[in-house]
C-alpha cells in the first residue's frame, strides 16, 4: 500500500482528518467516523495469518489484533495522529498520563543504580511516582530548579542518565529552555523526557527541541472535554516506541477503545480550542494584572513574566497557553476560600484543560503534601490561585471572576 505523506499538512488538518492516517487497502463503504471495536480478540482468515498476527503487523504492513490488552484499531489512530502531530517515530497510548509516565521512565532505563534529575517543581504525583516506585529499587531522583541560569553546569555536575521536565510548569507558569536541556543532556548521554501537557503540540513539538520522549495526560487538552482519563508517549526512535508497547502489555496499562475514541474526537477541535484559550488567558491575565484585590499574575504572555521572551521564542503562534495563576492581596487561605465560593462560572475543580474554566487552588490541591515553609520556598503563597482558562466567551469570564473578587 502507497503511503500518502501526510508531513506536509498543518498540524490542525492533520488532527481533522486522523482517520486518513489509519486507512487500510480496503476503504469501499468505510465509515469517516471509526467504530468502537469493543471485541477483546479478533479473528484471522487462517492460522497462517493468525501466526503472522502475533507479530502486530500484516504482511501488508497494516496493523493486526489479536487480543485486546495488545491493542485495539481506535487506540492505534489516536497514536498515529498523535506521532505524527509531535513529529515523532511512534507513540503508545496508556490508561492515564501517570501510567504513560511511568512507561516512559521504564523505556528510558531507569534502573537500580541509575540517577534521574527532574524539575524540583514537576506535577506532584510524577515526584510521588519516582519516591514510591523507582527510588526504593535503588534509583537516584535529584531535584533542581531547572529554569535557573546554571542549567548546564548543573547537568554536567550531576551527569545522570535521565533528565526530566515539564515544558511549563504547575502553577506559576515558568517555562523551560528545552534547547538548552536537550543539548546537555546529549552531552552527558542522558535520555530526555519532557511533560508537555500544558503546551501540547499545538504550542510546542519538543521533539524537534532534541527531545527523546514526549509525554502527555491526554485527560487534559488533548482530550479537552473532561470525559476521559488517557495518556501518551510520543518518542523520536523505534526502539523506544517498541519497548513502550510491550511495558502497556505486559503491565496491561493500554487504553481502552472507547477513552480512545473520545480523545481522537477531542482532537479533532485542539487546535480551535487552544487558539481560544490562549486568547482567553492573555485578556484575563490582563485583566487581573490590573485588579487592586490582585497582588502578581503569573502568565508568560505578560511582558513582566520572567521568562517572555524565552516563552516567546519557544512557543508557536506568538501564543502562551491557557494556564496562569495569581496572588490575592490579601494572602490568606480564608480569602482565597471565599473567592472560590463567590465563583458562579468558573469551575472550582483540580483538572486543567478543559473547554470550562476551572480554578483550583494550589495549597488545597497540587501543592497540599507540602509544608507551609516548603510551599513558600517554591513561591506559592497562600494566596495562590490557579486558572485554567475554558473557551467561553472572555467577557463571562472576566465579569466572574471581578464579582467574586470583589467581597
Ligand atoms: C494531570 C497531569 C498528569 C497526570 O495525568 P493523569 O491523566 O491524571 O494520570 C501528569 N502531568 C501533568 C502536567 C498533569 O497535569
Redesign the pocket.
Known amino acids: 500500500m502507497k503511503q500518502f505523506d501526510y508531513s506536509s499538512w498543518a498540524l490542525d488538518t492533520l488532527l481533522v482528518h486522523s482517520m486518513k492516517l489509519s486507512h487500510t487497502s480496503n476503504n469501499s463503504g468505510k465509515p469517516t467516523v471509526e467504530p468502537i471495536y469493543t471485541s477483546t480478540t479478533y479473528l484471522h482468515l487462517n492460522a497462517e495469518m493468525l501466526d503472522q498476527s502475533f507479530s502486530g503487523r500484516l504482511p501488508t504492513g497494516e496493523p493486526a489484533y489479536v487480543y485486546a490488552r495488545q491493542g485495539n484499531p481506535n487506540a492505534r489512530t489516536l497514536e498515529e495522529v498523535l506521532a505524527q502531530a509531535e513529529r515523532g517515530v511512534g507513540a503508545v497510548v496508556f490508561g ?3 501510567a504513560a ?1 511511568h512507561a516512559a521512565f521504564l523505556a528510558s532505563g531507569l534502573a537500580p543504580g541509575s540517577k534521574i534529575l527532574a524539575a524540583q517543581d514537576l ?1 506532584g ?2 515526584i510521588g511516582l519516582l519516591r514510591t516506585v523507582f527510588v526504593p529499587v535503588g534509583v537516584e531522583v535529584v531535584l533542581y530548579d531547572l529554569c535557573s541560569p546554571k542549567v548546564t553546569e548543573i547537568v554536567r555536575a550531576e551527569q545522570p542518565d535521565v533528565i526530566y521536565v ?1 515544558t511549563i510548569s ?1 502553577p506559576l507558569a515558568k517555562v523551560i529552555d528545552l534547547d538548552i536541556i536537550s543539548a546537555v543532556a546529549q552531552e552527558v548521554g542522558a535520555i530526555s523526557i519532557v ?1 508537555s ?2 503546551t501540547t503540540p499545538y504550542l510546542v513539538r519538543p521533539i524537534e527541541h532534541g527531545f527523546d520522549l514526549v509525554v502527555h ?1 491526554a ?2 487538552y488533548l482530550g479537552g472535554h473532561g470525559d476521559s ?3 501518551v508517549v510520543i518518542s523520536a526512535r523505534n526502539s523506544m516506541t517498541e519497548q513502550l508497547r510491550t511495558y502497556a502489555t505486559m503491565l496491561g496499562a493500554m487504553l481502552s477503545s472507547f477513552d480512545s475514541f473520545l480523545i481522537t474526537r477531542g482532537l479533532k477541535t485542539l487546535a480551535l480550542r487552544m487558539e481560544r484559550q490562549c486568547n482567553n488567558a492573555l485578556e484575563v491575565a490582563r485583566f487581573l494584572q490590573e485588579h487592586t484585590a490582585v497582588e502578581r499574575v503569573h502568565y508568560p504572555g505578560l511582558p513582566a513574566h520572567t521568562q517572555h521572551s524565552l516563552a516567546t521564542r519557544l512557543l508557536r503562534k506568538q501564543r502562551y497557553g491557557g494556564l496562569l495563576a495569581f496572588e490575592l492581596r490579601e494572602q490568606t487561605r480564608e480569602a482565597a476560600y471565599r473567592f472560590m465560593d463567590k465563583l458562579r462560572l468558573c469551575l472550582p475543580a483540580t483538572t ?1 484543560g478543559d473547554v470550562y474554566t476551572e480554578v483550583s487552588y494550589p495549597p488545597m490541591s497540587s501543592h497540599r503534601n507540602l509544608t507551609a515553609s516548603e510551599r513558600q520556598k517554591f513561591g506559592i503563597t497562600d494566596g495562590c490561585i490557579r486558572l485554567s482558562v475554558g473557551i467561553e466567551d472572555v467577557n463571562d469570564i472576566i465579569h466572574d471572576l471581578d464579582q467574586a473578587l470583589l467581597s
Do not use: Q, R, V
Open positions: 492515564s498520563g501517570m509516565i506535577y504525583p510524577t515539564e504547575n511533560d501537557t500544558f495526560s485527560t487534559k482519563t488517557a495518556g486543567l
